[in-house]
C-alpha cells in the first residue's frame, strides 16, 4: 500500500529518533514495514518549538519504485539547423539545451571565458581590484549564476516548468534535495561543474559554444537581422537569434539604442548590501542563544516594508555567505552577494534595496531617453568607487551610524575580501534611496528584535538587483521591430533569477524554432 502524508517532526525527534521511525510510529506499523520518499521538506521556525515539516509518500509492504528522474531526449544535432545564442547565462544554457531536445543545433558566443579561466580574474579583482571587462562575477561561462548563491526559488511559476529545470540540474549533477527543499540552494562551489556538464551535453551533442567571443554589432536589412559581428572582426550569416545578454551587458543596450532598435526604461532597485554575523540572525530566527542547533541551516530572512510610497525590501538574501565585488567595468563598485552549499560562512549578507520608478523618479535623466535608470545605476556606482577610494575597496557604514547619520569611526569584520572604507553612505546615496533605507532599516529592528545592531555593516552599493531597461517582445516573443531577434532572459527583462532565466531560455529557444 502507497500512503501519502504529512508529518512534522521536531528538532528533537530528527535528532534522536529519525524521520523513518517517527513515520512508523504515526503509521502504527513497524519500521521495517515502511519505505519513505520525501517529497517536499520545511522548517517552520515561527516558534520557539522548531519543527520539520515533511510531505511523504510511504510505502507500506511494498517495495518502493526506482525512479531513474527525468529522461532529456537531447537529439544530435550536428547536422541540424542553427539557432544562434548570444550569452551563456542561465537564459542562454537552458535555450541551447531546448534546442537540442527540439532537434536544432545551437550555437552560442560567450564574451567570457570558462569557469576554469573565469576564476583566475575573480582573484584579480578580489586581490588586486583589477575588473576585466568580459570576464568577471556577471560575465563568463554560466553568466551570473555561477558564482552565486544558486538560491532557486522563484515567484515566476506561471512562466514555465520550474520543476523541469530542476531535474535538468539534477541531471547535471545538482543534488536531489533541490527536489524537494521548499528553498532550495546549490551554492557556488558546486555551481561551476554543474555549469561545465552543461556545455559537455551541448558540446557532445554536436551544438556549439565559443568562448572569449563577444557580439560586437548587428546588420538589420529591411527589418531583419541578417548577420552578427563577432569581436568587431568576423560577420556572420544568421536566421534566428537569441539575445541572452544579461542586465550587465551595457554595451548591447547602447548598441540597441544606436540603431534606434526599441527599447524601454525598466523600473527597478538600488540600495546597499548588509552583513550581519550569522550568529545574530540565527538567534533571532530560531530564538537561541549562541550557536544554532546542528541540524538546523544558517538561517535566512526576507523584509519588506513600504517607506514613503516606495518598497523596501530584502534581496538575495545570502546566509552564511560572503559579500563579492560584481562590477563589470573599472570605476565602478558594485556588491552582490554568494555563498557556499553548506552556508558555513560566518556572516549574513543581503541587498536592501529600494524601487526605482523609471517614470516618477529620474526625470533629470530624461535626456538619456530610454536608458535613463541605467545612467542612474552607473553614477551610484560611480559614486561608490569614489567613496570607497578608488579601487574595489566599497564604502560601508555600521548599520546603526548609517541610519542615525553618523560616520562610523571603524567598521566591523567583513567577508568581503576586496575591504571597506568608512563613508558617510547617509549624505551620500541620494535622498530617494537614502532616506527610504534609513526608515526601511529601522522598521526591520522592529520585526527582528536584534536585526538593528552596531554589529552590522552596510555595504554600498547593491545596484544590479535586475536589468535598468527592457528589450520588447511580441507574442511570438521576437523583437517588434526585428525579425529574427528573440530578447532573452534577465537583459531583457524577462527574468530576474536563475530559474526564470532558464525557463524564459527554454521559450525563447521554443519560439525560435517555429518556421525554421
Ligand atoms: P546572465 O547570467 O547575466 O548571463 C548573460 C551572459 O551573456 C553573460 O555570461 C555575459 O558574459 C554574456 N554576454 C553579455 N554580453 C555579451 C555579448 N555582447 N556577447 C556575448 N556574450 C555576452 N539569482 C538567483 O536566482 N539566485 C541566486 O542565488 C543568485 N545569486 C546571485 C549572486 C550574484 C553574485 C550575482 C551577480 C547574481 C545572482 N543571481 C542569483 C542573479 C542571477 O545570476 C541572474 O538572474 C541570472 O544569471 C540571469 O541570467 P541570464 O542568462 O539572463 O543573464
Redesign the pocket.
Known sequence: MVRNIQIRVSLKEEGQIGLKAKTAKHLGVAEEEIEIKVQRRSIDARKPSIYFNYKLEVYINEPMPTTGGYMFEYQDVSKAKPIHI????????WAALRCLELGYKPIV????KNVRERRRDLKAINRDHIVNK?SN??????????????????RSLKRGDVRRVFESLVHHGATEEILVDAHP?IGTNKLPKIVQNIRETIISHGGEVHFN????DFIIESNRLKSIVLNDSKDLEVEKVIL??????R??FYLLQKKKIALKAKSFAMGVRVEHPQHIIDSIQYHCRGERHELLPAAAYSLVHQAKGRGVYSF?M?PGGFI?P?ATSPGEVVV????PSKRNNLYANSGIVVQIDAERDLYKYEKYGELRALEYQKDLERLAFTAGGRSQVAPSQRLTDFVEGNLSTDLNPTSYQPGLKSAPLHSLLPKLIGSRLRVGFSEFGKKMKGYYTKEANIVGVES?T?SPVSIPRNEHLEHPEIKGLFP?????GY????????M??ERCAEAASEGL
Not at 109 to 112: D, K, L
Not at 213 to 216: A, D
Open positions: 548570444i550569452g551563456f547565462g542561465p537564459a542562454g544554457m558566443f560567450e564574451r567570457g568580459d562575477y556577471c560575465f563568463g561561462e554560466g553568466g551570473a549564476g555561477t558564482y552565486s548563491d544558486g538560491k532557486l526559488y522563484t540552494h567571443t563577444k557580439v560586437t541572452a545578454t544579461g542586465h550587465s551587458a554595451d548591447i538575495c545570502c563579492v560584481a552582490n552577494g554568494m555563498s544590479r535586475s532573452c532572459g534577465e537583459g531583457g527574468a530576474g533569477g536563475i530559474v526564470s532565466a532558464a524564459d531560455g
